[in-house]
């Protein structure tokens, strides 16, 4: 396990970075927390780190959004309106588990039941001034 305090999102961006630099393709990354806690922060930093120099936004409304890194490709999905494991079908979930690609999902709280065993899970939560974060990171033998 390992936990990391953040003051700002540059630091939260950094977090991502480090994490991307350890992790092969076929990895899963499952981001739970508050809202607005920094997630999406989080793999702007990882995403960036794997060379992608474009912008990284929220997958909100388009739920998964593709993004050809140096590495692998690496899908970041945002879970938040996916209500329930059966919409996930809608989507073709199955098919994103290629082991070339590596998967970041945002609001994995909402899709538990389909997240492989092996994941690496990555919490996000307001810590005690307005822009500290606690991240905790567990899994994936890091
Ligand atoms: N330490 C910090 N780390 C990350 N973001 C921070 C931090 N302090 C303040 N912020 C602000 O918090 C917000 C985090 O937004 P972001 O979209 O990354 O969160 P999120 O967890 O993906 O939200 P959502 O739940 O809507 O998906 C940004 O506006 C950012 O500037
Ligand atoms: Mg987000």
């Given at each position: 396990m390992i936990q990391i305090q953040t003051h700002n999102v540059t630091e939260t961006e950094h977090a991502g970075g480090s994490l991307a630099k350890k992790l092969s393709p076929g990895a899963l990354v499952a981001f739970t927390g508050?809202?607005?806690?920094?997630k999406t922060a989080f793999c702007r930093g990882f995403l960036h780190a794997l060379g992608y120099t474009g912008r990284v936004t929220s997958?909100?409304?388009?739920i998964v959004n593709e993004y050809d890194t140096e590495l692998c490709r690496v899908c970041h999905f945002d879970m938040?309106?996916?209500?329930?494991?059966?919409?996930?079908y809608d989507i073709g979930?199955?098919?994103?588990?290629?082991?070339?690609t590596i998967l970041l999902v945002e609001w994995s709280e909402n899709v538990t039941g389909a997240l492989p065993e092996d994941r690496i899970t990555v919490d996000i939560r307001r810590g005690k001034a307005e822009d500290d974060r606690v991240i905790t990171i567990e899994g994936g033998n890091l």
């Open positions: 508050d809202l607005g806690a920094g997958p909100t409304f388009a938040y309106r996916i209500l329930d494991e059966d919409a996930l979930w199955d098919d994103y588990f290629d082991g070339d």
